[in-house]
């Protein structure tokens, strides 16, 4: 399967222009033969969390709409990236993924709001997983910040997950860990890890290198610190082959997980 990933350059609050920079995108990467294509987060908006009132998708209705009328006239998945949306007077960071029939599959509003940027003094958290199913492909996926909780990763990956999804706008300073946590979440969950971080300049700091990594844990793509799409060949049969090389599901624990065991 061919993956799209849009490294795309964000206007800080210019939603107008990052809809059609979005579309074209889009209709890039299908042109160039992805099958499933990936958006980064917040890309209606970028990091203008003060000016949400005026600048949120209400309902997510313009971005669902829009995502739906790309996937079934292209013919393509997408993963929505995530927009700022405004629902029942609460603002979310919300992620929407239709598949190639236009239909939306799921609706997720990142978990875990990242207090270093002040997250939560402007938006809402979710309370859902985000678990579906790409035609066969069993898939999930998650938001920025959301790859510092393992256990958040694992819940979707014993859900079945063959592929993690990651939306983000990674500031440049952590983006070793960026790049470290996303390898470990590939290898310890023996599964895809496809993450697609944003490019920004001024007034914000977002530099890219977007991954796409193997369960093995090699990296197969990273990309550059300027907007860029890659379509990426993957080959999904390496995630049976890799959890059948070292059985790691099978070999768990977890009736030791969460409990304190003393030693004899
Ligand atoms: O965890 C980090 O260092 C970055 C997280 C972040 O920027 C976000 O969740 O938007």
Partial sequence: ??????QMNVGFGKVEENYERAEQLIREAASKGADIVVLPEMWNTGYALEKLEELADKNGNRTKAFLQHLASELGIHIIGGSVATKENGKFYNTMYVVNRDGELLSEYSKVHLFRLMDEEKYLEAGESMNRFD???LPAAAVICYDIRFPEWLR???LAGAKVLFVAAQWPTPRIDHWKTLLQARAIENQCFVVAVNRISRKPENFNGQSMV????GEVLWTGAEDEELAVIDVD???VD???TRIPVYDDRRPE???KVVEQK
């Avoid at 990594?213 to 093995?216: A, F, G, K, S, T």
């Fill in 134 to 136: 790409l035609g066969d």
């Fill in 213 to 216: 990594i193997e369960p093995w």
């Fill in 155 to 157: 819940a979707h990956a």
């Fill in 241 to 243: 082959e890799v959890r």
């Fill in 236 to 238: 999904f049969s390496k």
């Fill in 256 to 258: 030791l997980y969460g």
């Fill in 1 to 6: 399967m061919k993956i799209g990933c849009i």
